[in-house]
């Protein structure tokens, strides 16, 4: 009954490193999702997959990349952290035709 | 271009009254509407949602009103309960995105007042 699990949990990075963040949902959803939320600014998609071994970009992509080797995994990267990556990522699945997503519980990501 | 807007980022209403959260949009490709509530240090929660050829839809406490022309939705809450304080998020998806995509509203915060 987890839904969607996202971890780590809280993470700080230095400016440069490099990190992933996992998001597995077991509902058997097709659909995956990565947000960023920073203050007053709602929830920005990164990059979504339509399915296993899809990726595509969302509304801010850069800086960060996605894998979708398994149904129910959707990794996030950061390749070169940077403080303006500094936020709190979630993760979404969903099952198309029924356009509601489901949520992770968020990373907080503080770079420095 | 802010294409879901929430104008109101606070509200706070006493335990009891109504809570109306109002949201506009300005695509008019949008085709679905749904409410996300949210806590601190959690993930957004589904609420409610309206599809674009309804008016209406009413969950319980919650109604949802879609007023298509003028490219505006409202969320009622009656009666408010504490346990109602959160951020809600409105969304919307585009009929032509296939990918189901949402495009998110920045969001109102509720402080029901005991």
């Known amino acids: 009954n987890a839904g969607v699990t996202q971890t780590p949990k809280f993470r700080v990075l230095k400016t440069g490193q490099s990190m992933t963040l996992l998001c597995a949902q077991d509902?058997?959803?097709?659909?995956m999702y990565w947000y960023r939320q920073d203050p007053g600014m709602g929830l920005r998609l990164i990059h979504y997959?339509?399915?296993?071994?899809?990726?595509a970009k969302g509304e801010v992509p850069d800086g960060y990349n996605v894998s979708r080797l398994k149904k129910q995994n959707f990794l996030l990267g950061l390749e070169s952290a940077a403080p303006s990556q500094t936020s709190v990522y979630f993760c979404?699945?969903?099952?198309?035709?029924?356009?509601?997503?489901?949520f992770g519980d968020g990373t907080r990501l503080s770079i420095l | 271009d802010q294409q879901v807007k929430q104008n109101s980022p606070s509200l706070s209403v006493q335990e009891g009254r109504i809570s109306i959260l109002n949201c506009d949009y300005t695509n008019s490709m949008f085709d679905y509407f749904l409410w996300y509530k949210k806590y601190p240090a959690e993930g957004p929660t589904f609420l409610i949602s309206i599809s674009s050829i309804k008016d209406k839809n009413e969950d319980g406490r919650f109604t949802v009103f879609l007023n298509k022309s003028a490219k505006h939705l409202s969320l009622h809450i009656v009666p408010s309960q504490p346990g109602d304080s959160a951020v809600y998020f409105c969304a919307a998806k585009d009929s032509g995105a296939g990918s189901y995509q949402l495009t998110f509203g920045k969001g109102t915060k509720l402080s029901v007042i005991p």
């Open positions: 997959s339509v399915g296993e071994g899809t990726t």
């Open positions: 509902m058997n959803h097709e659909y």
């Open positions: 979404a699945s969903s099952y198309p035709p029924v356009p509601s997503q489901h």
